[in-house]
């Protein structure tokens, strides 16, 4: 019997000023209810009432325990109440991470669409492209692009990530179109990777995740850029096909060598745990699920996602969905 059993034990003989009163309140037998506040008594050495055969009443010490646990019990019933309604309605804050390339995508309107649907959620979101241990960190959900590793996580898969390469017009017609992945050693790359990384390009060649070393003439710490560098006729720019997608449409950028574009690169949502989540969590799940995977064709369109991760098969404590 836990301390918090105990004082409602004690409260309730104390209110009804007798052992058999209270054991019927509480569905229990006078014995029991006697034998838990004995119990109380045992455990802070002191006497909470005077006993006679027909009635109780409290001592001195029974009189400050009795006065001091009740705000004490409301703040407890006032929590349990708040607990169970964010296990069933989305409410409370979502700790979220994601890297900067899902930042030039329609993430952040999503995650406002959500917010707007669900006004009693509030969202803390931690922008970085460095893997952060959900547990360690008290994040709930993980947004990342490629494979995520950690067998400890539940990971559901998204949307998937098309790769394309692409020029101006005008320097493909100077420089050449490739017909090969090799041939792009010999071209004017744009490229971006994180400080301390070697840029690199990959692509799916006879079967198998081909990856291409650069020695590129721009290379940024983000993608932003790149786009408009190639329409200028800079060089060649690899990045999801849908971050190039106005540029392709405008007829300022080129794609090419689409039949070897990489496969197996999606957005994944990963969180720690599968059962007790919040209602909120369980929501924006749904919610990404129902916005990124085929159901609203519109938003999956509209959705620009740069980052460049290495297709790598990885196992994982629950099977993509």
Same mark, same amino acid.
Request: glycine residues 6%.
């Given at each position: 019997?836990?301390?918090?059993?105990?004082?409602?034990?004690?409260?309730?003989?104390?209110?009804?000023?007798?052992?058999?009163?209270?054991?019927?309140?509480?569905?229990?037998?006078?014995?029991?209810?006697?034998?838990?506040?004995?119990?109380?008594?045992?455990?802070?050495?002191?006497?909470?009432?005077?006993?006679?055969?027909?009635?109780?009443?409290?001592?001195?010490?029974?009189?400050?325990?009795?006065?001091?646990?009740?705000?004490?019990?409301?703040?407890?019933?006032?929590?349990?109440?708040?607990?169970?309604?964010?296990?069933?309605?989305?409410?409370?804050? =979502?700790?979220?991470? #994601?890297?900067? @390339? /899902?930042?030039?995508?329609?993430? +952040?309107? !999503?995650?406002?669409?959500?917010?707007? %649907?669900?006004?009693?959620?509030?969202?803390?979101?931690?922008?970085?492209?460095?893997?952060?241990?959900?547990?360690?960190?008290?994040?709930?959900?993980?947004?990342?692009?490629?494979?995520?590793?950690?067998?400890?996580?539940?990971?559901?898969?998204?949307?998937?990530?098309?790769?394309?390469?692409?020029?101006?017009?005008?320097?493909?017609?100077?420089?050449?179109?490739?017909?090969?992945?090799?041939?792009?050693?010999?071209?004017?790359?744009?490229?971006?990777?994180?400080?301390?990384?070697?840029?690199?390009?990959?692509?799916?060649?006879?079967?198998?995740?081909?990856?291409?070393?650069?020695?590129?003439?721009?290379?940024?710490?983000?993608?932003?850029? =790149?786009?408009?560098? #190639?329409?200028? @006729? /800079?060089?060649?720019?690899?990045? +999801?096909? !849908?971050?190039?997608?106005?540029?392709? %449409?405008?007829?300022?950028?080129?794609?090419?060598?689409?039949?070897?574009?990489?496969?197996?690169?999606?957005?994944?949502?990963?969180?720690?745990?599968?059962?007790?989540?919040?209602?909120?969590?369980?929501?924006?799940?749904?919610?990404?699920?129902?916005?990124?995977?085929?159901?609203?064709?519109?938003?999956?369109?509209?959705?620009?996602?740069?980052?460049?991760?290495?297709?790598?098969?990885?196992?994982?404590?629950?099977?993509?969905?």
């Amino acid at each position: 019997m836990d301390s918090l059993d105990l004082i409602q034990t004690f409260r309730e003989v104390a209110q009804r000023g007798s052992f058999s009163a209270a054991a019927r309140a509480l569905d229990m037998s006078p014995a029991n209810a006697s034998k838990y506040v004995a119990q109380l008594e045992e455990r802070f050495g002191v006497r909470l009432f005077h006993r006679t055969t027909r009635k109780v009443s409290l001592t001195d010490a029974g009189e400050l325990l009795f006065e001091r646990s009740a705000a004490l019990l409301e703040l407890i019933d006032m929590t349990e109440g708040e607990l169970h309604e964010r296990a069933t309605k989305p409410s409370g804050r =979502l700790s979220i991470t #994601a890297p900067h @390339g /899902l930042m030039h995508s329609q993430l +952040p309107i !999503l995650i406002g669409n959500f917010m707007k %649907d669900h006004p009693a959620v509030t969202v803390n979101l931690h922008v970085t492209n460095h893997v952060v241990a959900l547990a360690e960190e008290g994040v709930d959900l993980a947004l990342r692009i490629g494979p995520i590793e950690d067998a400890n996580l539940i990971v559901r898969r998204l949307v998937p990530i098309e790769y394309a390469v692409a020029a101006s017009p005008g320097y493909w017609a100077e420089h050449g179109l490739p017909q090969h992945p090799d041939d792009l050693l010999a071209h004017r790359q744009l490229a971006y990777a994180l400080a301390g990384e070697a840029p690199r390009w990959y692509f799916h060649v006879d079967g198998k995740t081909k990856d291409i070393p650069l020695q590129p003439i721009f290379c940024a710490t983000d993608p932003a850029p =790149l786009p408009s560098l #190639a329409a200028m @006729g /800079l060089g060649v720019v690899w990045m +999801p096909r !849908l971050a190039l997608r106005p540029h392709i %449409d405008s007829g300022a950028l080129e794609p090419a060598l689409q039949k070897y574009s990489v496969q197996g690169v999606w957005v994944y949502a990963a969180y720690a745990q599968r059962r007790h989540n919040s209602a909120a969590l369980r929501a924006l799940l749904e919610y990404l699920e129902v916005k990124l995977r085929g159901r609203d064709d519109e938003t999956t369109q509209t959705l620009a996602l740069p980052g460049p991760p290495a297709p790598r098969s990885a196992k994982r404590k629950a099977a993509s969905t």
